[in-house]
């Protein structure tokens, strides 16, 4: 299963992106599945996470501006990032969760101006 992640871009601060994570070779819906981040100089680290059945988890500081979401006949995953902040800076991948089983890709960049 490969995953590509897209949606990323250049936005100004309190804007909005909504990021996509499509599979192809193989199913999501069995899995799941996550958003990560790794920002310039830091180590990749959880955003958000979907289960099969869709419950949802956050990382702290992303709660009430970012939703994941997940929709199984298209095999996509999605993040919905709303009220941006300069912090927000990062690439954006997503994965299978808990346990990341498939190769990252190249993820997508979100870069946030002030």
């Known amino acids: 299963v490969q995953l590509q992640a897209s949606g990323g871009g250049l936005v100004q601060a309190g804007g909005s992106l909504r990021l996509s994570c499509a599979a192809s070779?193989?199913?999501?819906?069995?899995?799941?599945m996550a958003w990560y981040r790794q920002a310039p100089g830091k180590q990749r680290d959880f955003v958000a996470s979907i289960s099969v059945g869709g419950t949802t988890n956050y990382k702290d500081s992303v709660k009430g501006r970012f939703t994941i979401s997940r929709d199984n006949a298209k095999n996509t995953v999605y993040l919905q990032i709303n009220s941006l902040k300069p912090e927000d800076t990062a690439v954006y991948y997503c994965n299978t969760f808990p346990t990341q089983a498939l190769s990252w890709g190249q993820g997508t960049q979100v870069t946030v101006s002030s």
């Open positions: 070779g193989g199913t999501l819906s069995r899995n799941g």
